[in-house]
């Protein structure tokens, strides 16, 4: 099964399923989908259908740099920003 493909299907559902779609990229995150730590990054980062924490979210967002997924940096670079503003 392909759990990122899975959570986005109940995020795009209508209306969204944001409770299982959370779970289903938290076990992608698990098994390595770097698209699955952004977005659970990005999620924690920004408050999205989770409670906002900045401390999960750096963590999230510098595991995703470690892999060859471009988008983390940009939003990386986004955070540093923000941080020293």
Do not use: C
């Not at 967002?61 to 940096?73: A, E, G, H, K, V």
């Amino acid at each position: 099964m392909d759990y990122y493909k899975t959570a986005y299907k109940y995020i795009s559902e209508s209306p969204p399923n944001p409770q299982k779609a959370l779970r289903y990229l938290e076990k992608a995150h698990t098994g390595g989908n770097p698209e699955a730590t952004y977005a659970l990054g990005t999620w924690y980062l920004f408050g999205h259908h989770v409670e906002k924490n900045l401390k999960k979210a750096v963590a999230l967002l510098q595991r995703s740099l470690n892999t060859m997924y471009l988008m983390p940096f940009l939003i990386w670079r986004f955070v540093m920003k923000r941080a020293k503003a």
